[in-house]
């Protein structure tokens, strides 16, 4: 099963916070058969809100996201023109600055068009037509 990891979901996982981790969403991570992706657009947010103060991390992202992805086995997933196209199609349910900045909003663009479920603990996806696994 194809995995769309959102990015406090990420986050959560490779910082051993399990604790804040449904156990749906850690067996689903767990489970060999999983392939686990990382969306491009995860890491531009972690980025961001790293330069900006808002993200600790222990290491620089470009260190601490090489490094998690090659350890955890993640694969990349790179925004194209679809994703991009689709995130015009989409309602505004989220309402936060980063979300205005489509974070969000591409994350699920890629989700509908690559037909992947998201990890995500954000209810908000809810009212997208996409599958969320919490």
Sequence with gaps: MKILLGTCSFLWFVNGDLNK???KAKDVF??????????????WEISIKWSIGKLELKQTPNLFLKTQI????????????EHALKV????????D????LSFDRLLISQAIVENIPIVS???TL?????????
Excluded: M, T
């Excluded at 600055?97 to 205005?100: A, K, P, S, T, Y």
């Design 126 to 134: 809810l009212k997208y037509p996409i599958q969320r696994i919490w």
């Design 121 to 123: 603990s954000d209810k």
């Design 21 to 23: 981790i449904s156990k």
């Design 97 to 100: 600055l980063f979300d205005r």
């Design 30 to 43: 767990l489970d060999d058969e999983s392939d686990i992706y990382l969306s491009a657009v995860s890491c």
């Design 88 to 95: 015009a199609d989409l309602p505004f349910h989220h309402h």
């Design 70 to 81: 090659w350890k955890n086995q993640i694969s990349i997933l790179a925004i194209n023109l």
